[in-house]
């Protein structure tokens, strides 16, 4: 009998340190949509997206000619007159107003999903999976909030632009998907009588810059479950991985499902993957989350 635990993992982290090494690549860049590929579309890339300086603008990421699509983590980078506005959690932690519009209405944990904020590299990290569903047809998969700078420049093209690395973009085999992105931003237009009001109300939700933030990251201790995996006792045998056991408590469940997309998705940090290399294809990616749900699924 199958025993699957249900935990959902919709959660958001802001991170102010350096990005990490992401080895992203892209099919390339075009102004049209390429048929026979998964077109990965940001707002302004196809039609205008307009918006005035000190507006708020939600920006969406578009998959269009999708067949079919389990996993896709996407890499912004966004002009320096941009910034994504934050907000409070239930908890009230800040967090980047992120709206991932995907969704395969799965409630057993399966679907994951996660936004890590780079402030100070003008970054957003986006992260969606889902382990055992797919997702068919053109689709939003997430809508950003960001605000526009005072000072933007009329008529100028803030660019928003998207990367994203091949084994991170598969179908529900876990197969890699062809992709091609066609980049985006927000086009600053001239401030009219009927807009001030609005944009006066639009400046007074959040703080005018997003570097205001950085305090409340997590500190870097977020690594101390490391510890627990380092021997005791003895200095010639060394400690057995266990593949899977992400937290290092000895035991593999969906907490080291959660622990592992974590951790792929940019927010820990860790000096031995050994348990997180769950496929053993020596690469730590959204493919070992999958493997891995599956597993503690059975």
Do not use: H
Request: glycine residues 6%.
């Amino acid at each position: 009998m199958k025993k699957i635990f249900g935990i959902i993992l919709c959660a958001v982290m802001i991170i102010a340190a350096a990005v990490p090494a992401y080895a992203a690549v892209r099919s390339f860049i075009a102004a049209d949509l390429v048929d026979g590929k998964l077109n990965i579309v940001v707002d302004g890339g196809l039609e205008k997206l307009e918006a005035c300086a000190g507006d708020t603008v939600d920006v969406q990421i578009t998959f269009k000619k999708n067949k079919t699509i389990s996993s896709a983590k996407i890499l912004l980078t966004f002009d320096k007159n941009l910034s994504v506005v934050t907000e409070k959690d239930k908890n009230e932690n800040i967090v980047p107003k992120v709206k991932f519009d995907i969704d395969t209405k799965q409630t057993d944990g399966s679907e994951q999903t996660w936004a890590t904020l780079y402030a100070d590299k003008n970054q957003l990290l986006l992260n969606w999976l889902t382990a055992l569903g797919e997702v068919k047809g053109d689709v939003v998969y997430a809508t950003v909030t960001f605000k526009v700078s005072d000072k933007a420049e009329v008529g100028k093209l803030l660019a928003v632009t998207a990367e994203a690395d091949a084994e991170d973009i598969y179908d529900k085999d876990v197969k890699n998907t062809a992709f091609n992105i066609v980049d985006g931003g927000v086009t600053v237009i001239e401030k009219t009588v009927e807009t001030d009001t609005e944009t006066d109300n639009g400046t007074d939700t959040e703080p005018g810059t997003d570097t205001d933030i950085t305090t409340d990251t997590e500190p870097t201790s977020d690594t101390e479950p490391e510890s627990d995996t380092e021997p005791i006792g003895t200095d010639t045998e060394p400690k057995e991985v266990l593949k899977g056991d992400c937290d290092g408590n000895g035991e593999v469940n969906n907490k080291d499902v959660v622990t592992l997309f974590r951790y792929v998705s940019g927010n820990d940090k860790v000096e031995d993957e050994s348990a997180y290399d769950f496929n053993g294809d020596k690469e730590v990616n959204n493919k070992d989350v999958v493997e891995l749900f599956r597993y503690v699924s059975q």
